[in-house]
């Protein structure tokens, strides 16, 4: 398993920009997949965006074009960028790692969960 730490959430203003970090326990190299994920008051956690090793990237609809997941290898660290913030990205945002075991199966970790808010 991967011991993640979070840093980086906070209030900001709606229009703002805030910047996650998760740094990773071991190489993100032997990672599959990297991504955040959020949990908004009354919701359901959802898939923010994902970036697997090969360096492809995925982001919910709602988050395209204005957050950037990101890595940095040498600090075995996720990054995910958040501009033009808007109070409905108010939510516990959450890193998860992903490894793939033998067999189709796969591994998850999780951070601590960062706290963001946005308001109007």
């Known amino acids: 398993q991967v011991q993640l730490a979070e840093s980086g959430g906070g209030l900001v203003q709606a229009g703002g920009s805030l910047k996650l970090s998760c740094a990773a326990s071991r190489s993100i190299f032997s990672i599959n997949v990297m991504g955040w994920y959020r949990q908004g008051p009354g919701k359901q956690r959802e898939l923010v965006a994902t970036i697997t090793s090969g360096g492809s990237t995925n982001y919910a609809d709602s988050v395209k074009g204005r957050f950037t997941n990101s890595t940095d290898n040498y600090k075995n660290t996720l990054y995910l960028q958040m501009n033009s913030l808007k109070p409905e990205d108010t939510a516990v945002y959450y890193c998860?790692?992903?490894?793939?075991?033998?067999?189709?199966?796969?591994?998850?970790?999780w951070g601590q969960g960062a706290q963001v808010t946005v308001s109007s």
């Open positions: 998860n790692a992903r490894v793939h075991v033998p067999y189709g199966g796969h591994v998850d970790s």
